[in-house]
């Protein structure tokens, strides 16, 4: 009886973990969407132009996802899973570069709205200048449940550097958040326009950092090389049908 009532419950739990972790031929990984502004200024420059997504379009962009049932997960949420050998389904990892002050006025009360989190690289060097955000609005952010991550000190493209400019480039960003932020420390790092080389592997590495982006085309699906992770841009002109194919492994 003891021995049936095992077996019913090894059953069980063999059922529940088929339904958490897909099989990974089956599995095609997370999108990471990139976005930079939201906000309704559009500037003058066809690439600041480019780089600003209407807050209706992004308030309708968290719609969909909810009507379609796709979680939002942090980029440390998702390394997370992936480190314990799940397969998040239905899911995408929202990332705002540069830590403009639309971060917090703009979408994150649209996040909020729609039970959604987000990873927002912040260029350390620029908290607290025009236009950026300031050390509250990070705090703000932070305690919103969001993650808050380095995109370098200075926005600096690290495959311009060497080594030890690389390391300080993104020691100095990390160290900074651990300081204002009551001893937190990023985890997670989007390189500036994307670029770095085999030395910044070695960096990330050294600094304890789970995953960093770059903006090659694709999905999360592991973390083997969890140092040239894909990302995909969202665009101001893009309509709902666009960012569902982003959106969609
Ligand atoms: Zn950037």
Not at 74 to 93: I, M, Y
Not at 122 to 143: M, N, Y
Not at 154 to 174: G, N, P, T, V
Not at 188 to 208: E, I, R
Request: proline share 5%; with cysteine.
């Amino acid at each position: 009886m003891r021995l049936a009532a095992l077996a019913l419950g090894l059953l069980t739990s063999i059922a529940a973990a088929a339904f958490a972790n897909v099989p990974p031929a089956q599995w095609r990984g997370v999108p990471v969407l990139m976005y930079h502004k939201v906000d309704a200024i559009v500037p003058a420059d066809a690439v600041g132009r480019d780089l600003t997504v209407a807050p209706a379009s992004f308030a309708a962009q968290l719609r969909w996802l909810r009507a379609h049932h796709i979680r939002t997960l942090t980029a440390a949420a998702l390394a997370d899973a992936l480190r314990r050998g799940q397969h998040p389904q239905r899911a995408v990892v929202l990332t705002f570069d540069d830590g403009y002050e639309d971060a917090a006025t703009t979408a994150l009360p649209l996040l909020r709205a729609n039970h959604a989190t987000a990873t927002f690289y912040i260029s350390s060097g620029f908290i607290g200048t025009p236009r950026h955000l300031s050390w509250a609005q990070v705090r703000t952010l932070q305690a919103a449940g969001m993650e808050i991550a380095c995109h370098g000190t200075y926005h600096l493209d690290l495959s311009q550097l060497d080594r030890a400019e690389q390391m300080r480039e993104a020691k100095h960003c990390i160290e900074t958040f651990a300081r204002y932020l009551h001893g937190f420390r990023p985890v997670t790092y989007a390189y500036p326009a994307g670029q770095y080389d085999a030395t910044t592997f070695v960096v990330m590495a050294q600094l304890g950092m789970r995953l960093a982006f770059t903006e090659h085309p694709g999905t999360v699906r592991s973390l083997r090389a969890r140092y040239e992770s894909p990302r995909r841009r969202v665009r101001r002109d893009d309509d709902l049908a666009t960012f569902a194919a982003l959106a969609t492994p």
